[in-house]
C-alpha cells in the first residue's frame, strides 16, 4: 500500500482524535471494489470496538457481499458532524479514513451485533436484543482489520 502525504498537513489529526471520530460517527462509507474492476462505496452503520470495525449485512447476498468474495481490501471513510460555512466557503468536519481487509465472522457475530445495537439503541436495550435474535439466523458480520487509519479535522 502506498503511504501518501497528507497535502493539508495543517489538519492532519492524531490517532486518538481518528478513534474519537470513528467513536462519534452515525455511519461511514465503505468502498470495495469488484470483479469488474469498478469501484462500490455504500453507506452503512458501523460499530468500532477500538481494534476492529464491525459492520452487518443480508447472509450471503448483495454487491457488497459479491465484491468482497473478490477482493478484501477496503477503505472505511466518516464524516463527523460536518458544517457548513457559506461565508468563509468552507466547511467545518473532522473525518477518518481506514484502510484495512475486510472478511465475514461467526466467531464475533454476537459481539458486534450487540455493539451495533448498543451504539444505534442504548436506552432500548431489549428491543435490540430481541432483534438480534429475529435476525440472527438471516444476517452476516464483517469485521474491518484495520492497516492504517488517518484523520483529517477542519475546526
Known sequence: ??????????????LQTAERILEKAE???????GSDGFPYGVPLNFAYDGKKIYFHCAKN??????NLDYSDKVCFTVVD??????????????????FGTAEKTENNKRYALE???????PDL????????EKFYSVTDI?????????????R
Do not use: F
Not at 142 to 154: G, T
Open 142 to 154: 464483517y469485521e474491518i482489520s484495520i492497516i492504517k487509519i488517518s484523520a483529517k479535522v477542519n
Open 81 to 98: 458532524n460536518p458544517q457548513v460555512i457559506a461565508k468563509e466557503l468552507t466547511t467545518r468536519y473532522g473525518s477518518a479514513v481506514v
Open 115 to 121: 455493539l451495533l445495537a448498543k451504539k444505534y439503541a
Open 125 to 132: 436495550p431489549d428491543i435490540g436484543k430481541s432483534e438480534i
Open 61 to 66: 447476498a448483495g454487491h457488497k457481499q459479491a
Open 27 to 33: 455511519y461511514g462509507v465503505l468502498s470495495t471494489v
Open 1 to 14: 500500500m502506498i503511504d501518501y502525504e497528507m497535502r493539508r498537513k495543517e489538519r492532519l489529526a492524531d
